[in-house]
């Protein structure tokens, strides 16, 4: 065990052994402060020593994390500090992106995902992306949603395919703005519409894991509202994963928080601790806004 | 030596002008807190510009009435016994006097009242000249002082600059118009006295060209049906476009999104070289290498292809608009937005699924107005025919067998002796006007199609 790991947190009702007998997280020697929560969860995904470069230039150091299962994971840290790159590794969308060099293991449901049988189409219907900016397709709206079901031959039927893209954009919340007028271009509803929209895009290909980097950041506060709503019921069925400039909503919507600077990863933990009594000092300069 | 001099004067009053404006309004601020409306710079510009105008205003009136006013004069200088000489002999007389003036291409002796009038002639010149150039430099100097007189802190320089140099621009953009709006008057003048030897109908609907001799006199001898080379055209230009879209578009689509930065950065510029040779480099492959090597071909297939047939040409000038579609394309897949892509392949979609739903139906539209500016290109295109296409004005169906296009015939129509007053000649100007109505109608059609879609993703 390193000296880092504070498994003497108080809230903890588990004996320590167990804890460690479910991952390995915490016999890696490793400067990241760790918490485990009081009542882990099995892990959707395990990342471990993940370093990132941009050609000669690394973005992300040996970051180890466990993301546990349907729940909110939230991902902190001040601009550039590689939270969206380390977002974009657990879908492999960083293949997409010119001299982008990922190392390190890490596995969905226990298999590896860099694995060279594992097919990165359908990792990525498996874990879904919904981007900062939205991204509507210069579709109809329901083209947007039915998109993924298409392209994954998810209907068998048309009334199949209409009963995906209510069903999505019920859960996303824009059901009732646009069941009127499904047909129409998807870009031209509002950006907080967009958004949902998106969401509901991401949705429809029913994920086990969705990735949103900084979902709100285009959004006025009514839209964010909803959307946290939204990430609160999704959690009931998928793993989430966000990315936040807001300490506001990690603390709101998140079960645990990974604080990450410089490319580091350097402070994990249940959010409530986090916010409450962080471990490390850059941790808590941050969160009470000293920089970053 | 004249133009030399004005043209330093004018850069000399420009320097004066400027330097003026920008030390006389900056003088204003140094009193103190006093601020001006515009920075200096404007007003240097803008009495650059009050000083200049007047004096190229009258260099600009010199220029255009300068010739008549010295044909007046050389006109009252000629001795009494000219004056019962017929036009042409006069102007041809007061040809040889400007001769004599300038020492250029005096052909025989010079008579002496020549050589008394281009005396007269080259004093009345240096006179003028010198006379010019004073007024121009006067005015400019006068406008300069008003120009200057009229500095404030509160006059509003950049305002005015900006206003004259949008008017210049108008300017500009009407030069442009008028030059357009002029060539197609010409092609329409010429176009409709051609009609009046031939009637439209047998023009527009004739299906036998055979134009004749010029010499066979001013009646509509021949025929002057356009469908075969109406046919000709639109056959060379389909295979041309079918050469060149599946392999420009496919080429475009790799570049952009399979290929290496690196492989790019090699492959991109050879493909832009296509397009920097000339059509009539293109027209000696057509000829010499294409032409044999499909007529070897039709033999071994049992096919009979000419080696300068419609099929020839529209291979070769498929391959010279390749780099045309493969670079506008280029571009316009480039312009969609990464986030689409990123959009689609976030959900799981391949790249040729990303490529087939989003990225080209996003790019369609402007694939589509590069497409018909490549057809207009081809429809247009003159030298790879001329060489490659056999020159043969029938209706044939079989592309293997030569063919003529329009392009073709207005340069045969135009090449040799002609007189522009025979139908064998002015067909040309029939022939252009029909071109150019192709072409406008397919450049229309594109930049509708291109903008009624642009907005798409944005
Ligand atoms: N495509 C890229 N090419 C080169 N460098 C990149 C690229 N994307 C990100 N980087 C670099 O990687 C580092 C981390 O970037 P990343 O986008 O992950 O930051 P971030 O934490 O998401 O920041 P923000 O909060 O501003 O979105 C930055 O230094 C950035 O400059
Ligand atoms: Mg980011």
Redesign the interface.
């Known amino acids: 065990m390193t000296e880092n790991t504070r498994l003497e947190a108080t809230e903890m009702n588990m004996p320590a052994a167990t804890i460690l007998a479910r991952s390995d997280l915490y016999h890696m020697p490793s400067t990241t402060v760790r918490t485990p929560d009081a009542e882990p969860r099995s892990a959707k995904v395990i990342a471990r020593n993940v370093s990132v470069f941009y050609g000669p230039k690394q973005a992300l150091f040996d970051v180890s994390i466990d993301i546990p299962e349907k729940s909110v994971t939230a991902f902190i840290g001040p601009s550039g500090c590689g939270k969206s790159t380390f977002l974009r590794c657990l879908?492999r969308?960083n293949d997409?992106i010119?001299?982008c060099r990922v190392s390190g293991q890490i596995a969905l449901d226990g298999s590896d995902i860099f694995a060279p049988s594992l097919d990165v189409?359908?990792?990525?219907?498996?874990v879904?992306?919904v981007?900062q900016?939205p991204?509507?397709?210069?579709?109809s709206i329901y083209e947007n949603v039915a998109?993924?079901p298409r392209?994954?031959g998810l209907a068998r039927s048309k009334a199949d395919l209409d009963e995906i893209v209510a069903s999505s954009l019920q859960k996303a919340s824009l059901w009732n703005e646009v069941k009127d007028r499904l047909h129409e271009?998807g870009?031209g509803l509002s950006g907080g519409q967009q958004q949902r929209l998106?969401i509901a895009?991401?949705i429809a290909?029913s994920p086990e894991v969705i990735l949103m980097d900084e979902p709100c950041s285009a959004l006025d506060p009514i839209a964010t509202a909803r959307i946290e709503e939204l990430i609160d019921e999704l959690k009931q069925n998928f793993t989430i994963v966000i990315v936040t400039h807001s300490m506001q909503q990690a603390a709101r919507v998140s079960q645990r928080t990974a604080f990450f600077h410089l490319g580091n990863l350097v402070e994990e933990g249940p959010t409530d601790l986090i916010f409450t009594s962080p471990g490390e000092k850059r941790t808590q300069d941050y969160i009470t806004g000293r920089f970053g | 030596m004249n133009t030399a001099i004005i043209a330093a004067l004018l850069l000399i009053l420009l320097g004066i002008a400027y330097q003026t404006g920008c030390s006389r309004s900056r003088s204003l601020t140094l009193g103190g807190e006093a601020r001006l409306h515009s920075r200096p710079v404007y007003h240097g510009a803008l009495v650059a510009i009050w000083s200049l105008t007047p004096a190229l205003l009258i260099l600009a009136l010199w220029a255009l009435f300068g010739d008549t006013a010295s044909r007046a004069y050389l006109l009252a200088q000629l001795p009494p016994e000219t004056s019962s000489l017929a036009p042409a002999d006069l102007d041809g007389a007061i040809r040889r006097i400007r001769q004599i003036e300038s020492g250029f291409g005096i052909i025989g002796d010079a008579q002496p009242w020549e050589n008394q009038a281009a005396e007269a002639l080259r004093e009345f010149r240096i006179l003028t000249s010198a006379a010019i150039i004073a007024a121009a430099a006067g005015t400019g100097a006068l406008a300069l002082w008003f120009a200057r007189s009229r500095i404030s802190l509160r006059l509003r320089a950049r305002n005015e600059v900006e206003r004259m140099v949008s008017w210049a621009m108008i300017g500009c953009s009407i030069v442009a118009i008028l030059t357009t709006a002029g060539i197609v008057a010409s092609l329409l003048v010429e176009a409709i006295r051609f009609f009046t030897f031939v009637s439209p109908i047998d023009f527009f609907f004739g299906t036998v060209w055979n134009p004749g001799f010029s010499t066979t006199g001013h009646g509509s001898a021949g025929e002057y049906g356009l469908l075969p080379l109406l046919w000709g055209t639109l056959m060379v230009a389909t295979i041309a476009i079918l050469v060149a879209l599946p392999i420009g578009l496919l080429t475009a689509i790799y570049l952009t999104q399979y290929a290496?930065?690196r492989l790019r950065g090699f492959v991109k510029p050879i493909i832009e070289i296509l397009a920097g040779i000339p059509t009539i480099v293109y027209g000696f492959f057509a000829l010499v290498t294409v032409g044999p090597f499909l007529a070897g071909l039709g033999n071994l297939l049992g096919l009979d292809i000419r080696a300068t047939s419609a099929l020839t040409a529209g291979i070769v000038m498929g391959i010279m608009i390749i780099p045309f579609i493969s670079s506008l394309s280029d571009d316009i897949i480039r312009q969609v937005?990464r986030?689409?892509?990123?959009?689609?392949?976030?959900?799981?979609?391949?790249q040729s699924?990303t490529i087939k739903?989003?990225i080209l139906?996003?790019a369609l539209p402007g694939i589509v107005g590069a497409f018909l500016l490549a057809v207009s290109r081809a429809i247009g295109e003159t030298m790879i025919v001329v060489l490659a296409a056999g020159n043969s004005p029938y209706l044939r169906l079989n592309p293997g067998e030569p063919v003529s296009t329009v392009t073709v015939t207005i340069v045969n129509q135009l090449t040799g002796d002609t007189d522009f007053a025979s139908p064998q000649s002015l067909v040309a100007f029939a022939l252009g006007l029909t071109l150019f109505a192709m072409t406008l109608i397919l450049n229309v059609a594109a930049l509708y199609i291109v903008r009624r879609y642009r907005e798409?993703?944005?």
């Open positions: 879908n969308m997409t010119d001299g189409v359908e990792l990525r219907a498996r879904g992306m981007f900016k991204n509507p397709f210069p579709k998109y993924g392209i994954h271009p870009t998106c895009r991401a290909v | 290496s930065p937005p986030a689409m892509r990123d959009g689609s392949l976030g959900l799981g979609a391949t699924e739903r989003i139906p996003a798409q993703y944005e």
